[in-house]
């Protein structure tokens, strides 16, 4: 298949217009457009075609409830790093939609998977989890696509979000994604609006 300019210019919309979205509409997605985003996801790459990454959609109340306290107290001891000022900035980002965000997915890689029979991984075992990684960007641009948010909670304790889900010893978790339709659409990214960090260009040398 020849891609043309049309393509390119609709696959740069989408990715100008990716954002790490924290504010949320309560709208419930269909279940056939989370059908199709589970589909997106089965066309990204894998070491090995390994394809180890492992999704739980977490719709229990008492289960959201404990990660919503463990990204509260992993938000709060993050804080601590800062002088008093830059805390004060800190605090006021609003660094997750976990409570607004209709579909909670906690994406886990599975760390000893049959499939790919470990090629490509004995010199670098940690392209399993590049390798969800980038089934999680694959998601993350096909919501946008649907023009569907998707944030990214890193402020949380991994071990206590693996026992609360109980999942296998060997699951490693990746990616905590808070998924729905995006409160107000903004072509500026939040962190650049707060002042707390602009884009750095790539860094791309000959050597």
């Known amino acids: 298949m020849e891609l043309t300019q049309a393509h390119r210019d609709a696959l740069h919309d989408v990715l100008r217009w990716r954002r790490d979205v924290r504010h949320f509409l309560p709208d419930a997605i269909p279940d056939e457009t989370l059908a199709r985003l589970r589909t997106a996801m089965d066309l990204a790459p894998s070491v090995g075609n390994a394809r180890p990454w492992r999704v739980l959609q977490v719709t229990t109340p008492a289960l959201r409830t404990k990660i919503i306290e463990n990204f509260e107290a992993a938000n709060e001891t993050a804080g601590q790093i800062y002088d008093d000022e830059t805390r004060a900035s800190y605090a006021s980002l609003k660094l997750a939609g976990l409570r607004e965000a209709p579909v909670h997915l906690a994406v886990f890689t599975e760390n000893q998977p049959i499939e790919g029979r470990g090629l490509g991984r004995q010199t670098m075992p940690e392209m399993l989890c590049y390798s969800s990684v980038t089934a999680i960007y694959t998601l993350w641009l096909a919501a946008r696509a649907e023009n569907l948010g998707l944030g990214w909670v890193s402020i949380l304790d991994p071990a206590s979000v693996a026992q609360t889900l109980g999942v296998p010893d060997h699951w490693q978790l990746t990616g905590y994604l808070c998924l729905g339709k995006a409160a107000f659409d903004n072509d500026t ?19």
């Open 189 to 207: 990214p939040l962190l650049h609006e707060k002042k707390w960090q602009e884009n750095t260009p790539t860094r791309w040398e000959q050597v």
